[in-house]
């Protein structure tokens, strides 16, 4: 019987790692800074995410191997720059699962009308949710697929539900409310969307960019997927068309019914403010919740294999790469759980200071993966790649630069000295927990584990 993810798995596995509570929570952000150019915005945004998930489809059929951007990078640039991309994606994706699943729990103690801030109640809700996420992994592919296939579905039947419905209310009542953003006044009475320039529109699209973020991810675990260097470079565009109908249809439609409920709810799920009918703001909120936990079952497969992947090249001990009888990589689980539990906690659940180490990852994984397919497409990397890959100078080559040139400024364009910094009432300071977290992360950890590794070689 054949346990690994076949081609629609793998589409839905793209759209289980991607829809999580971004959709559902942040869109109002975006309307602040964008107003009426934010489908556009997301467009936009669509159109950068699906440019680096072609470079990373390339990637993935010339190299079959787990891992994703570590097994890119090792390939193309050797031993050492993929050793640094994987240590330092394994623990962004692990501080991000932690974050993710902070979402969740606070959804969860949000519907039981109980303190979604209390420390000890996210605690125990969080060490809840982990075991149940480790249970399902020790039930094996055929279950994780299963209800990861599941889970998927039922959060687009909800957003689905979502766009339908909306449709309905604009045919119905006939009123269009999406131009009354350009009237929203903040506390002071000024307009609150300001002028739209290009600074704008690139951190408006950096924002809405971050919903569709998780494709970089899906790659990871590609050993336990259907000839992947056929499949991935499939599932991975169709998977990212499918989300950016979806995300432009839910933004326009909410903008449409109540834009002023998506700008100014308190809610935690912003969308469920946007309907009066009751029968749909529970779908809302329950399809929020899906989708959140689905989302955590996807980070759940592809987290701990990236540590599995590093393992299997004899970069760090052995035991990270053994696999239990229901064929998960178990320490490489346990270690991932702990990470994405400790973090958060240091943290006190904030999640603003946790997102920005993450976010650093993700972007070094934008230029090293574009870069990487061009080599294997020149013949110029320093391991061996798949001798049957098709080659495609399109995909291969001017993909990939377009990618480069985005990732690069965008990155330029980034408010580096706003996310590394507090507003409180004495004023601005400097974030000091994810300073020292990005030099522990990027810095200390992966230089330790470096000659940890070449000491061990060495005996």
Sequence with gaps: MNKKLGFWSIVLLTINSIIGSGIFISPGSVVKMAGTYTPIVYVAAAIFASLLALSFSSAAKYVSKGGAAYAYSRTAFGRNVGFYVGITRFIAASIAWGVMATSVVKTVLAIMKLDSSNFGLLTLGFIILMLLL?????LGPKVFALINNLSTIGKLLALLTIIIFGIYILISTGANHFLDVNNFQNVNGQPLI????????????????YALNGFESIASGSNDMQKPE??????LPLGMLIIALIYIGIVSISMMINPHALVFSNQVVALVDI????IVKNIV?????????????AS????????EAIAKEKQIPAIFAKRNKQDIPLTSFIVTIVIAIVIPMAFQYNMTNIIIISTISRFVQFIVVPLSVIMFFYGKNSEKTISTAKKNILTDVFVPIISLFLTVFLLIKFDWIGQFSIADATGSH???YAIFAMIIGYV???????????HSNTN
């Design 134 to 138: 480790l249970v399902i992994n020790l």
């Design 194 to 209: 300001s002028s739209f320039n290009t600074s704008t529109f690139v951190m408006a699209t950096i924002t809405a960019f």
């Design 230 to 235: 056929k499949n991935l470079p499939k599932a």
């Design 275 to 278: 309907f009066d009918n009751g």
């Design 285 to 297: 909120l329950y399809g929020a919740l899906i989708s959140m936990f689905g989302i955590n079952v």
């Design 300 to 307: 759940s497969f592809h987290t701990p294999r990236v540590l």
């Design 430 to 432: 400097l974030n000091l």
């Design 444 to 454: 200390i950890l992966p230089i330790t584990l470096y000659f940890f590794n070449r």
